[in-house]
Each structure stands twice: as structure tokens, then as C-alpha cells.
């Protein structure tokens, strides 16, 4: 029929294919612009993430370098150990304040020993280097009292200001109010770089270290924040998967139906949906006033997100083992298994890969969670220690890594703002690879039937 | 399965049981303000001694009194930062929750300023430019009227014609109580905008009548101009880099750390400085305080080194770090030193 029409031509009936009516090419018009919205609107997804991350990038890359100040210190022994008798408690008496006299006499020597000329004094020069100096010099001749009267050569932290200056932060323009540096220790720097004495190298402090007070920004890490979500973890890891795993496979192999089970299954979906610092306040009256368990505690933090991840975990599993072929469950019961055989050895297995992506995006989205945490106390000026042991990682006051970001975002010094976006860098790679995982978990494993 | 589930949670009371033990390190939180000196002393406390560094959280003054007084025992904190005294009613709230021995602590002062973006145009204020232009009623011939100001130059012939706009601390930071008394209150009081109404204010006594003139005279305008901000200084900044008109108010020490966003302006002729501010000149400061739990010193170790840490020479005084910081150092440090030591509460004639 159709060929008939093509040979007719020029009287081609309103059924031809190849001359289109009104109708069709209105049809084929709206196709190609939806085809068209959905392009722009990919293209915006896309222009949006870019620009996310060239931004997140740029600014945040500056926090992996640092730039350092090496030199030689000689560890008086009549500041440090008056009585010569390296007792580790009379040492210990000496405090931070009592390091920065060897600190400006380093700076003299230095200066003599490269040749350079200035005229800053030597307490003027001690001030580019940041205020943690002192307290790395305390912690090595507490660890070392042994080296006391010895020379030796250390690597320190130079402040904010002048690091700024190394990464094109700070300029003479830009210096022209600031109390806390002068042009003049500007050309210090520069005649320090000249001899080789101040280098710009790579951080790992700021990957393994810990928070740092308002004062010296650039010894502040995001390691001790890392192991507190590290700790938080473990406890939604080992409460929400095995209380949802089982809450799950009751609810759907076992539970009857009834409007019981209906109630427990819409309130699932309604706690799925509940705002998180809903469950900050709740974790503040039950388990910090209520129970009384420490403040600040990565148990509490992660107990808190074990209450926002369980719906999550009990939504996936429950889709993973809907999504098992009933034909299993009915062999398996035909040659004679159990129920509970039926489903541990045959519907769970097949069940898991959906199990575990539901759980590590759950995870992932605990992970990046802040407003419960402000709650319970993580969020704040926490630098404690790394922690040694497990119990003092869960019940030591620790913060998070997305509390650590906000905590800097809002202080004064812009080197913490840097900081900030590399904190983000780090958590963004830690979301991307447990993403990447379930991804991969799900087509490596997941059987379709 | 049930079985399981039981086990979870008795895993979970397990877990609760054991961790009840005491807490070892020091639980601070209040002003934002403060918390940056605090978290310089709790740095340097835990670097010089064998206690735990102390855990220094923000929020306001208002909140960390709040959390303050909700009880005596662990699981509460032992420090408040304030950026003000603590007021009567705090004091009451205390007592009924059991929190009656309270040591008060003055670490020094702190500069409030007022602070527009570097590229803009400089100001000279006094505390009558700011309520002509923030009030929500001034007087004009004898009569208040609402506040009819557009711009600065409207406010003072002496100004640019920039259009009016403020950022200034929400009602939960104690910068705002400060910002009221010494600026709004005082523009006020010059313009005679008080006399006319304490004549006209209702009240049974003349105090309940001076009362609700104060009250008139600091209820800012709501059309906009005046913006509250709940959050940090970082936020007050943010919104001056996107409206460049903005006129931020500011601590000293935030704004001596960002001299290359901000250009700061004069009260009353004084450049704000540690210096204008020590001498008395500058006249918009106001005292900091931390309040310590005396019942909690001798149960968290390291509270009362802590306190006595806070006020020593080497750390508030002249030439110690909170004073670099921007801290002006409290020329009475000595008798609060040994107010702290002695352990003398309020009330007890401090």
C-alpha cells in the first residue's frame, strides 16, 4: 500500500511516509526541542560541576604545600635545663614562652651564617615563622632531653602571612594596614629564599595533623577530624547494617501483612525523610542528657547517623531482596529447605551487592553530614591528639570532617578559608571512591533476572 | 530475628554503661567572640600541660550561658565564654537548675568597629549617624517620626551619597547589647530623640518609664537597611564583598586580620586601636568574660590550671598572645588573678 502511494507522487494521499503533515512534523518538532531541553539541561549539569570543581581545585590545592623555614637551633642547655640533670619534669617546667629566646638566637646565627644583610631585629625576624615553632622545638627536647646542648637542624612552619606571600595571597599592596607583617620582613623572606633557607614543599600535616588555634593557621591538618569520621563510621557501619539487614528481611520475608507492618513501613519511608538535625537534637537528649555519654564523642556522633542512615540501609535492602526472583525462594523451599535456610542461603546471597551499595551510599551520605554534629558538640576548636587505641577514638572528644570545614570557613585568617576548600578536596575524594565502590560492587555482582 | 535485634541493643546499653566514665578534658563553649582567644589558650594549655586540650565550641553568649546553666555534672559544660556580663535573669535560670557557684572572669576588652569595603569611600561616624540612620523612629521638629533616611548624605552632609545599608550581630551575640548601648542608645540620647520619649513613654515609675524610652530608642528600622547577622564575622564580610555599600560592624581582631578587604572607620573622630581602646578613647568596647562551674573544679581535672592559665601575664598580658591577637589587656589583671585563684564566686562581694 505504501508503494502504491509513492508512485502516485505529486497526489500523494495524507497516509504518505515521505511527505510529512502538519500533525507529524509538530510531533517531530516537539521531539527534537525535548531532545534539545534535555541536552541543555545535561549541559547546565555539566557547566555546574565544572565549575565546581575548577573552584574547589583552584582554591584548595594551595593547602597540600606549605612553605617551611629550615635552620639550626642550638638547645641551650641554661635555658632548658638549669640544673643539668635532664629531669624530664623540671624540663617539662620550662614552657613554650621559655623556647623563643633560642628560636631569635637561631635567627642571628642563620643570618650570619648565609651572610645576609638586614636590618630587622631579631625579634622581627622570629615573627615570620609561625607560632607552633616553639612548641615543635618543646615536643623534641621532651622526647629527646638526651640531645640538650646539641645543635641541631629543624624544619619549621612559616606564619600564615608569609606563606601567603609564597602562594601570591599576600602582596606589598595588600600588607599596607596589616599589623602582623611588614615590607620589611617581605625582604627578609626573599633574601631567606635566595639562600635556600625558606622552600614552599608539600604538606602532609595537613593530611594527618590536627586542628590549630586562630593564630597559626598554617599548622592546622584535617588527620585527627579524618580518624573522628573514620570512628563515627565503624559505628554506623556496625549498627545500622546488621539492625537494618534484619529489620529488612523480617519486614519482607517473614512479617504478615497486616496494617502493623503497613504502619512500620510508611514510618520507615517517613524517617527516610526526616531533616538530620532532627537527629542531632534527639542524640542531645537521649544519649548525651538522657544516657550520659561523653560530649564531643565520635560514639555519640555515630550513633546520631546510625539513626539517619537506618532508613536508608532498610530501603535498599528491602528493594534487593524484593528484586530476588520469587522462583528461588520456591525451589529452594521445594526441595525441602527452611524458611530461614531458604533466605540465608539463597535470597541473601543474591541479595547482597544491592544490600551493600545501599549501604555504602548510605555511608557516604553520613559521611558528609554536619548539622547533627553541631549538637552534639563536634563542632568547635577540638585539636585533640590522634587517638591510640580504639576506645579512646570512640569516646575522646573528636570533630568531623565536614564539621572541621565549617569550623574553618568562619574563622578570621583567609589562610583558614584555604584550608577550608583543601578539606573539601579530601572529603570530596573519600565521597568519590566509596560512590565509585558501589559502583562497582553493583556491576560486578548484581544479577539481573 | 528478634533474638538479634535483641542482642543489638543490648550491645548499644552495654556500649552506654561503660562509657559513663569521667570525662578528662575541659568542655568550653559561648561567644564567638571569645573563641578564638579561647581556643589560642586551650592550644597553648595543651601543648604546656599533661591535660587534655580543652574542647572550645561557639554559639553566642546567650547560648553558652544557656548550656551553662542547664545543670551541674558531666555531661554539662564547665566554661561559658561571654561577650557580656551575665545578666540577673541567667543568674536566677542558674541557681534553679543548680548552678550556684560561679566564678566570674574578665580577660580583657575587645573593640567593636565599623568597617566598609576597602575600595569604597572612608567614613568619619558618630553615635548619632548610626541611629539617624538605623533608628526606626527620629525626632524631626520636635516630633518622632519614621526613620525617612535614604542614604548616608541624608544622615550627614558630610557623607557620600551611598545608599544605607548594615550588617550588624543578630540579637544572640552579645556584640549586639554593645552595639545598642554605646552607639544607638548614645546617637539617642545627642539627638534629644531620648527626652522626648522619656516624656512620652508609659510606665508606672519613672524607672519602668526611662525603661521603655531605652527600649523605643534602640528598636531599629525593618525595611532592610539594617541586616541582622546570626552567624560569624566571615559572614558579615561575605555580605560586604557582594554589596559594596554594606557597612559592617566588626570585631578589632577580625578586622586587623582581613586590613586588605576592609577599610575601617572613625568613631567620633578615634581611630579604633589596642591602644585607643586600652586609654579609654575608642568608645565602643566592652569587657570579655569567661564564667567557670566552681562545683566542677576538682572533678574535670585541669579546670581551675585552665582558668588560672587563661589570666596569666604571659598569656592576657601586654606582650602575651591574645593581646597580638587583638585582645586589649586588662589593666586589672593582677586582682582577677587572684580572684581566680581564691576561687571567689559572684555574689560574694567580686
Given at each position: 500500500?505504501?508503494?502504491a502511494?509513492?508512485?502516485?507522487?505529486?497526489v500523494a494521499?495524507?497516509?504518505?511516509?515521505?511527505?510529512?503533515?502538519?500533525?507529524t512534523?509538530?510531533?517531530n518538532?516537539?521531539?527534537?526541542?525535548?531532545?534539545?531541553?534535555?541536552?541543555?539541561?545535561?549541559?547546565?549539569?555539566?557547566?555546574?560541576l565544572?565549575?565546581?570543581?575548577?573552584?574547589?581545585?583552584?582554591?584548595?590545592?594551595?593547602?597540600?604545600?606549605?612553605?617551611?623555614?629550615?635552620?639550626?637551633v642550638?638547645?641551650?642547655?641554661?635555658?632548658?635545663d638549669?640544673?643539668?640533670?635532664?629531669?624530664?619534669?623540671?624540663?617539662?617546667?620550662?614552657?613554650?614562652?621559655?623556647?623563643?629566646?633560642?628560636?631569635?638566637?637561631?635567627?642571628?646565627?642563620?643570618?650570619e651564617?648565609?651572610?645576609?644583610e638586614?636590618d630587622l631585629?631579631?625579634?622581627?625576624?622570629?615573627k615570620?615563622?609561625?607560632?607552633?615553632?616553639?612548641?615543635?622545638?618543646?615536643?623534641?627536647?621532651?622526647?629527646?632531653?638526651?640531645?640538650?646542648g646539641?645543635?641541631?637542624?629543624f624544619?619549621?612552619?612559616?606564619?600564615?602571612?608569609?606563606?601567603?606571600?609564597?602562594?601570591?595571597?599576600?602582596?606589598?599592596?595588600?600588607?599596607?594596614n596589616?599589623k602582623?607583617?611588614?615590607?620589611a620582613?617581605?625582604?627578609?623572606?626573599?633574601?631567606?629564599?635566595?639562600?635556600?633557607?625558606?622552600?614552599?614543599?608539600?604538606?602532609?600535616?595537613?593530611?594527618?595533623?590536627?586542628?590549630?588555634?586562630?593564630?597559626?593557621?598554617?599548622?592546622?591538618?584535617?588527620?585527627?577530624?579524618?580518624?573522628?569520621s573514620?570512628?563515627?563510621?565503624?559505628?554506623?557501619?556496625?549498627?545500622?547494617?546488621?539492625i537494618g539487614?534484619?529489620?529488612?528481611?523480617?519486614?519482607?520475608?517473614f512479617?504478615?501483612?497486616?496494617?502493623?507492618?503497613?504502619?512500620?513501613?510508611?514510618?520507615i519511608?517517613?524517617?527516610?525523610a526526616?531533616?538530620?538535625?532532627?537527629?542531632?537534637?534527639?542524640?542531645l537528649?537521649?544519649?548525651?542528657?538522657?544516657m550520659?555519654?561523653?560530649?564531643?564523642?565520635?560514639?555519640?556522633?555515630?550513633?546520631?547517623?546510625?539513626?539517619m542512615?537506618?532508613?536508608?540501609?532498610?530501603?535498599?535492602t528491602?528493594?534487593?531482596l524484593?528484586a530476588?526472583?520469587?522462583?528461588?525462594?520456591?525451589?529452594?523451599?521445594?526441595?525441602?529447605?527452611?524458611?530461614?535456610?531458604?533466605?540465608?542461603?539463597h535470597?541473601?546471597?543474591?541479595?547482597?551487592?544491592?544490600?551493600?551499595?545501599?549501604?555504602?551510599?548510605?555511608?557516604?551520605?553520613a559521611?558528609?553530614e554536619?548539622?547533627?554534629?553541631?549538637?552534639?558538640g563536634?563542632?568547635?576548636?577540638?585539636?585533640?591528639?590522634?587517638?591510640?587505641?580504639?576506645?579512646?577514638?570512640?569516646?575522646?572528644?573528636?570533630?568531623?570532617?565536614?564539621?572541621?570545614?565549617y569550623e574553618?570557613a568562619?574563622?578570621?585568617?583567609?589562610?583558614?578559608?584555604?584550608r577550608?576548600?583543601?578539606?573539601?578536596?579530601?572529603?570530596?575524594?573519600?565521597?568519590?571512591?566509596?560512590?565509585?565502590?558501589?559502583?562497582?560492587?553493583?556491576?560486578?555482582?548484581e544479577?539481573r533476572? | 530475628?528478634?533474638?538479634?535485634l535483641?542482642?543489638?541493643?543490648l550491645?548499644i546499653?552495654?556500649?552506654?554503661a561503660?562509657?559513663?566514665?569521667?570525662?578528662?578534658q575541659v568542655?568550653?563553649a559561648?561567644?564567638?567572640?571569645?573563641?578564638?582567644?579561647?581556643s589560642?589558650?586551650?592550644e597553648?594549655?595543651?601543648?604546656?600541660?599533661?591535660?587534655p586540650?580543652?574542647?572550645?565550641?561557639s554559639?553566642?553568649s546567650?547560648?553558652?550561658?544557656?548550656?551553662?546553666?542547664e545543670?551541674?555534672?558531666?555531661?554539662?559544660?564547665?566554661?561559658?565564654n561571654?561577650?557580656?556580663?551575665i545578666?540577673?535573669?541567667?543568674?536566677?535560670?542558674?541557681?534553679?537548675?543548680?548552678?550556684?557557684?560561679?566564678i566570674?572572669?574578665?580577660?580583657?576588652y575587645?573593640?567593636?568597629?565599623?568597617?566598609?569595603?576597602?575600595n569604597?569611600?572612608?567614613?568619619?561616624?558618630?553615635p548619632?549617624?548610626?541611629f539617624?540612620?538605623?533608628?526606626?523612629?527620629?525626632?524631626?521638629?520636635?516630633?518622632m517620626?519614621?526613620n525617612?533616611?535614604?542614604?548616608?548624605?541624608?544622615?550627614?552632609?558630610?557623607?557620600?551619597?551611598?545608599a544605607?545599608?548594615?550588617?550588624?550581630?543578630?540579637?544572640?551575640?552579645g556584640?549586639?547589647?554593645?552595639?545598642?548601648?554605646?552607639?544607638?542608645?548614645a546617637?539617642?540620647?545627642a539627638?534629644g530623640?531620648?527626652?522626648?520619649?522619656?516624656a512620652a513613654?508609659?510606665?508606672?515609675?519613672?524607672?519602668a518609664k526611662?525603661?521603655?524610652?531605652?527600649?523605643?530608642?534602640i528598636?531599629?528600622?525593618?525595611?532592610?537597611?539594617?541586616?541582622?547577622?546570626?552567624?560569624?564575622?566571615?559572614?558579615?564580610?561575605a555580605?560586604?564583598?557582594?554589596?559594596?555599600?554594606?557597612?559592617?560592624?566588626?570585631?578589632?581582631?577580625?578586622?586587623?586580620?582581613?586590613?586588605?578587604?576592609?577599610?575601617?572607620?572613625?568613631m567620633?573622630?578615634?581611630?579604633?586601636?589596642?591602644?585607643?581602646?586600652?586609654?579609654?578613647?575608642?568608645?565602643?568596647?566592652?569587657p570579655?568574660?569567661?564564667?567557670?562551674?566552681k562545683?566542677?573544679?576538682?572533678?574535670i581535672?585541669?579546670l581551675k590550671?585552665?582558668?588560672?592559665?587563661?589570666?596569666?601575664?604571659?598569656?592576657?598580658?601586654?606582650?602575651?598572645?591574645?593581646?597580638?591577637?587583638?585582645?586589649?589587656?586588662?589593666?586589672?589583671?593582677?586582682?582577677?588573678?587572684?580572684?581566680?585563684?581564691?576561687?571567689?564566686?559572684?555574689g560574694?562581694?567580686?
Open positions: 500500500m505504501t508503494d502511494t509513492q508512485n502516485t507522487g505529486a494521499p495524507k497516509s504518505s511516509l515521505h511527505t510529512l503533515d502538519a500533525r512534523k509538530r510531533r518538532a516537539a521531539e527534537s526541542r525535548f531532545k534539545f531541553y534535555g541536552m541543555v539541561a545535561i549541559g547546565i549539569g555539566l557547566l555546574m565544572v565549575t565546581l570543581l575548577t573552584t574547589i581545585l583552584s582554591k584548595g590545592t594551595g593547602a597540600f604545600t606549605q612553605t617551611f623555614v629550615t635552620m639550626e642550638e638547645l641551650l642547655e641554661t635555658k632548658l638549669k640544673t643539668g640533670a635532664r629531669d624530664l619534669e623540671k624540663i617539662k617546667k620550662v614552657t613554650t614562652f621559655g623556647y623563643a629566646p633560642l628560636i631569635k638566637t637561631a635567627f642571628e646565627k642563620t643570618v651564617a648565609h651572610g645576609i638586614t631585629k631579631s625579634k622581627a625576624m622570629a615570620i615563622l609561625s607560632k607552633s615553632a616553639a612548641s615543635q622545638l618543646r615536643n623534641y627536647v621532651i622526647a629527646n632531653p638526651d640531645q640538650i646539641q645543635t641541631i637542624e624544619r619549621f612552619l612559616a606564619n600564615s602571612r608569609v606563606d601567603g606571600y609564597m602562594k601570591g595571597r599576600v602582596t606589598r599592596d595588600s600588607i599596607a596589616d602582623n607583617i611588614t615590607p620582613q617581605l625582604d627578609f623572606v626573599d633574601q631567606l629564599i635566595a639562600v635556600g633557607a625558606l622552600k614552599k614543599t608539600f604538606n602532609i600535616d595537613f593530611i594527618i595533623g590536627a586542628d590549630a588555634s586562630d593564630q597559626r593557621p598554617e599548622a592546622a591538618g584535617i588527620g585527627v577530624a579524618m580518624m573522628g573514620l570512628f563515627m563510621m565503624l559505628v554506623v557501619l556496625a549498627l545500622a547494617l546488621p539487614v534484619a529489620a529488612s528481611i523480617y519486614l519482607e520475608e512479617a504478615p501483612k497486616n496494617w502493623i507492618t503497613d504502619i512500620i513501613e510508611v514510618n519511608s517517613n524517617l527516610a526526616v531533616p538530620s538535625i532532627v537527629f542531632g537534637i534527639l542524640g537528649a537521649v544519649f548525651i542528657n538522657y550520659h555519654l561523653p560530649q564531643s564523642a565520635p560514639l555519640v556522633g555515630g550513633l546520631v547517623l546510625t539513626l542512615t537506618l532508613p536508608t540501609i532498610i530501603i535498599s528491602r528493594a534487593a524484593k530476588v526472583p520469587p522462583s528461588i525462594r520456591d525451589a529452594a523451599l521445594g526441595v525441602g529447605a527452611s524458611k530461614m535456610q531458604a533466605v540465608f542461603h535470597v541473601l546471597p543474591l541479595a547482597a551487592p544491592g544490600i551493600l551499595t545501599g549501604t555504602i551510599i548510605g555511608l557516604a551520605q559521611l558528609g554536619t548539622a547533627p554534629l553541631l549538637l552534639i563536634m563542632i568547635g576548636f577540638i585539636a585533640s591528639n590522634m587517638p591510640e587505641t580504639v576506645g579512646e577514638g570512640l569516646l575522646s572528644p573528636n570533630s568531623a570532617m565536614p564539621a572541621q570545614i574553618w568562619k574563622r578570621a585568617d583567609p589562610a583558614f578559608y584555604e577550608a576548600w583543601g578539606g573539601i578536596i579530601i572529603l570530596l575524594i573519600f565521597l568519590i571512591s566509596m560512590n565509585t565502590l558501589a559502583v562497582l560492587l553493583r556491576r560486578r555482582f544479577r533476572w | 530475628m528478634s533474638v538479634k535483641t542482642a543489638s541493643a550491645a546499653t552495654a556500649v552506654a561503660t562509657s559513663a566514665a569521667a570525662r578528662d568542655q568550653v559561648g561567644s564567638s567572640t571569645v573563641l578564638p582567644y579561647a589560642i589558650v586551650a597553648a594549655f595543651g601543648e604546656n600541660f599533661d591535660f586540650t580543652p574542647v572550645v565550641e554559639g553566642g546567650s547560648a553558652g550561658l544557656k548550656r551553662f546553666c545543670g551541674v555534672g558531666e555531661n554539662t559544660i564547665d566554661v561559658a561571654a561577650s557580656r556580663k545578666k540577673d535573669k541567667e543568674i536566677k535560670a542558674c541557681a534553679e537548675a543548680g548552678v550556684t557557684d560561679i566570674e572572669v574578665r580577660i580583657g575587645d573593640g567593636i568597629v565599623f568597617a566598609s569595603d576597602i569604597g569611600s572612608g567614613f568619619e561616624y558618630t548619632t549617624d548610626w539617624l540612620a538605623l533608628s526606626n523612629e527620629i525626632l524631626v521638629d520636635g516630633k517620626v519614621a525617612p533616611n535614604k542614604t548616608w548624605a541624608d544622615v550627614n552632609a558630610n557623607f557620600p551619597a551611598q544605607l545599608q548594615a550588617f550588624i550581630p543578630g540579637t544572640k551575640h556584640t549586639r547589647e554593645v552595639f545598642e548601648d554605646k552607639v544607638i542608645l546617637g539617642c540620647e539627638t530623640a531620648f527626652d522626648v520619649l522619656l513613654a508609659e510606665g508606672a515609675t519613672d524607672k526611662h525603661k521603655a524610652a531605652e527600649k523605643a530608642c528598636s531599629l528600622r525593618t525595611d532592610g537597611v539594617s541586616v541582622d547577622i546570626d552567624g560569624d564575622y566571615t559572614e558579615t564580610l555580605r560586604i564583598e557582594s554589596n559594596k555599600d554594606g557597612i559592617g560592624v566588626f570585631g578589632l581582631a577580625f578586622y586587623e586580620n582581613n586590613t586588605d578587604k576592609l577599610q575601617v572607620a572613625t567620633s573622630g578615634i581611630v579604633p586601636s589596642t591602644e585607643s581602646i586600652a586609654t579609654g578613647e575608642y568608645p565602643v568596647s566592652r570579655l568574660f569567661f564564667y567557670v562551674k562545683a566542677h573544679i576538682g572533678v581535672p585541669g590550671e585552665y582558668a588560672e592559665f587563661f589570666i596569666a601575664d604571659e598569656i592576657a598580658g601586654e606582650d602575651g598572645p591574645l593581646a597580638e591577637y587583638g585582645l586589649v589587656s586588662d589593666p586589672e589583671l593582677a586582682d582577677t588573678q587572684t580572684a581566680v585563684a581564691d576561687e571567689a564566686v559572684l560574694s562581694n567580686m
